[in-house]
C-alpha cells in the first residue's frame, strides 16, 4: 500500500516530442504528489508537485495530470528538449509522513 | 544560500567497517532526510530528523542510525558495512516537515 508504481523504467523521445512517465499508488491517504528530476552526479530537484484537489497543474511545458479516481498520476513534457534528458522520480506522501518515491525513468531525448 | 552540502562526496571501505556521512542543510532549515539510492531500487527513505528529533524511519536495519544536532546539522552512521551498502547516499532539507525537499549532491559510498 505504501508503494508508487513508476512506469515506464526508460525513454527514448526525438526532440521536439512529448514525453509521458506514469505513476500509480494504492494509498488513498497520499495527499502530496511532487516530481522530482535528476542529473548525473547532482541530487533530485523538485520539478512540479500537486494536492489531489486539482486534476491537472501545469508549469512551463512541463504538467502533471492527476486521476483520483483511478489512483494514478502522469507527468507531461510537451516540445521535449535533450536538455531534459534525465532520471524523473514521482512521489507521494500524506500528513507528517515519509515521501515514498518510485523507481525513476532514465529519460532520453534524442537531438 | 547555499544549498545542502555533503561530506565526503566519495568513500571507500571494507565489509565490517563503518562510516558516518554528514549532511549540512540549508540554513534556515530544520528538517534533515537521508536517502539512499540504488540502481535497482531507487530512492529509499532512510529516517527525518527535525528539530533534533527523529520523526520518520525507513524499513532499514539498526545498523543504519542517524542523529541532528542543535544547528541542524546532520550525521548518518552505518556500522558493521555490507557490500549491499554501496550506494548513493543524499540529505535533503526542507524548511518545515513535508514542504519541500532540497537535495544535496550525495555521498557515494563503495564497499569492498
Known amino acids: 500500500q505504501q508503494q508508487v508504481k513508476q512506469s515506464p523504467q526508460s525513454l527514448i523521445v526525438q526532440k521536439g516530442g512529448i514525453s509521458i512517465i506514469n505513476c500509480a499508488y494504492e494509498n488513498t491517504a497520499f495527499d502530496y504528489f511532487p516530481w522530482y528530476q535528476q542529473f548525473p552526479g547532482k541530487g533530485p530537484a523538485l520539478l512540479i508537485a500537486i494536492r489531489p484537489d486539482v486534476s491537472e497543474k501545469k508549469e512551463g511545458r512541463f504538467t502533471i495530470s492527476f486521476n483520483k479516481s483511478a489512483k494514478q498520476f502522469s507527468l507531461h513534457i510537451m516540445d521535449s528538449q535533450p536538455g531534459d534528458s534525465a532520471t524523473y522520480f514521482c512521489?507521494?506522501?500524506?500528513?507528517?509522513?515519509?515521501?515514498?518515491f518510485g523507481k525513476g525513468t532514465r529519460l532520453h531525448i534524442l537531438p | 544560500k547555499a544549498g545542502v552540502t555533503q561530506t565526503p562526496r566519495y568513500l571507500i571501505k571494507t565489509r565490517g567497517q563503518q562510516v558516518t556521512l554528514s549532511c549540512s542543510p540549508i540554513?534556515?532549515?530544520?528538517?534533515v532526510s537521508w536517502y539512499q539510492q540504488t540502481p535497482g531500487q531507487g530512492l529509499q527513505f532512510l529516517f527525518e530528523y527535525f528539530s533534533e528529533t527523529q520523526r520518520n524511519k525507513g524499513n532499514f536495519p539498526g545498523r543504519f542510525s542517524g542523529r541532528q544536532f542543535s544547528n541542524s546539522r546532520s550525521e548518518m552512521n552505518v556500522s558493521t558495512l555490507e557490500l549491499g551498502d554501496s550506494a548513493l547516499y543524499l540529505c535533503?532539507?526542507?524548511?518545515?516537515?513535508?514542504?519541500?525537499?532540497?537535495f544535496g549532491p550525495g555521498t557515494r559510498l563503495l564497499v569492498l
Open positions: 535533503a532539507s526542507s524548511s518545515e516537515l513535508r514542504e519541500t525537499q532540497y
Open positions: 540554513s534556515g532549515h530544520r528538517s
Open positions: 512521489a507521494a506522501s500524506y500528513r507528517d509522513d515519509k515521501i515514498i
